[in-house]
DNA sequence: AAGATAGTGTAGTCTACACTACACATTGAG
DNA sequence: CTCAATGTGTAGTGTAGACTACACTATCTT
């Protein structure tokens, strides 16, 4: 009959591929910054260029097209992260070092406005909540645990629920810092003061606060 | 000249404040339950009784309702949590009691509403944060820190930055657990499920991972 | 060169909703 | 008993914005 794609279509041509680009990248940058209720579909086809009909037959409606945008990102944001050739460094410095990236990457403006825009939609459309978990912050915590897996393979660790211990290392990284910046109630931290945190945890991680931390060795 | 009382004015009458409670009970059914871009005022007048007028006599618009709401009920969910009388109890003890006292209240639904609304609206009200974060979250971690720096007064402790230690292991406790409930991907932990996971908490708060968790002990 | 596929641009429909106006009722203090 | 404050009810007003219709154009394939 017609020519309806009314759902997500997969882009054929180079030119149609642009064009959802397009779209995608001007409904990121007024999604994260206004929030999905305060922008309109208008506003993103007057920001992209073209024409507001294309943007319905690529994503069905105003949903479609937030949805398709947050699982692009969260895909992105988390691809730095999956931390792989960290087997060899002893466990300090592996913890470290993925601490470290993981803060700089959350801290990062761009991610905390994917955060507060999927708190706040995932009510009305849950699989808003599996595409950002599963794309994101889930795909981190399942590489921590592997890694934790590999080390209690080779007897280096004691065996235990190590997903669960990977969210309860990942937990004591954001801990107060990821609230306070989500909801913009102090500045960004530093690069030091971040590495200063993720030594702390690390630290509490390993030997517990009876073992005095090592920031305070003398 | 005119009676007029635009912002947020203390009711003198009985009958003043119980229709304002009637409007912030209703408001606060509503707003956690649907959010708050998707409850008109309308709706709230229907579901309080009582008249559109009074509602912007008292409170000048909808976001002035909101606040109010939000402010109320941080404050009178974080009030169970203070938490004194610990100090007797030996730490493990201590933490333990304040982790599950703290976890039941968090994975609360009525809690997890009111953070998700909070976190979708702080952008455009950014005095909620400031209330919010105050009245409660703030208020745990502060309390938490006090009991640490008294410890470490009585030489039970060593000396570090106790509000950092405090927001740590709340962290730890929430962890991945916060996100996967405001994001509602699993159902509510069983009170059983809350008290192994804290125990777990504790012992490696105070012992790290290096000794064994208590949880594997045989 | 023809027909399918995708893109453009404009104009319009329909609905929801924050907020106001206004005329009237209730209450309680002095 | 009165007057000032407070509450009620209804009926607007104005605007914003999601989505559609429609007539037309550009591009690509065969």
Redesign the pocket.
Known sequence: MS?K?PKD?P??????????NALLDAAQRLFLEHGY???????I?AQA??????L???FG???GLFQAMIERRSHHIYDTLTADGVDELPIENALQRLGIDLLIKVMDEETLGIYREVVAESPRQPQLARLFFDGGPGRVRRALADYFDRRVQRQLMPAGDSIELAGIFLGMLLGEWHLIRVLQLESPPSRAAIEDRVTRCVDLFLHGVQGFPSSRRQ
Do not use: F, I
């Open positions: 020519s794609a279509s882009p054929t041509t180079e030119r149609g591929r642009q064009r959802r209720g305060q922008v309109s579909v208008n506003d086809v260029g073209g024409s507001l009909s294309t319905y037959r690529h409606n105003k949903e």
